[in-house]
């Protein structure tokens, strides 16, 4: 399942240069996550470093982009190797 930044965000910045994907981008007011290039860092990291440096804590799964963990993996796969998702 890839993550998704909701309103609480207070746009701080620690989060964008933590995703190794490069996920994250600045929205029209807040931060958001591509859910085609997160992985919730598998393949990287144990958890998910935005969750992780995110002081007010808005970075829940996405409902929307529900995915197994087999899923992610082979997301993973596919970015390293430069396809297309």
């Known amino acids: 399942m890839a ?3 909701t309103e609480e965000c207070i746009n701080c910045d620690v ?6 994907n490069e996920a994250i981008f600045q929205g029209v007011e807040i ?8 992985t919730e ?3 990287h990291f ?5 969750v992780e440096v995110c002081p007010v ?9 529900k ?5 992610l993996w082979d997301k993973y796969h596919k970015l390293i190797r430069g396809a297309e998702i």
Do not use: S
């Not at 989060?15 to 190794?20: L, Q, V």
């Open 3 to 5: 993550l998704i930044i």
């Open 15 to 20: 989060c964008e240069p933590e995703c190794p």
């Open 31 to 38: 931060y958001q996550i591509n859910p085609n290039l997160c």
């Open 41 to 43: 860092c598998v393949g």
């Open 46 to 50: 144990d958890t998910p470093q935005c």
């Open 57 to 65: 804590e808005c970075i829940p799964k996405d409902p929307g982009h």
């Open 67 to 71: 995915e197994t963990e087999e899923q």
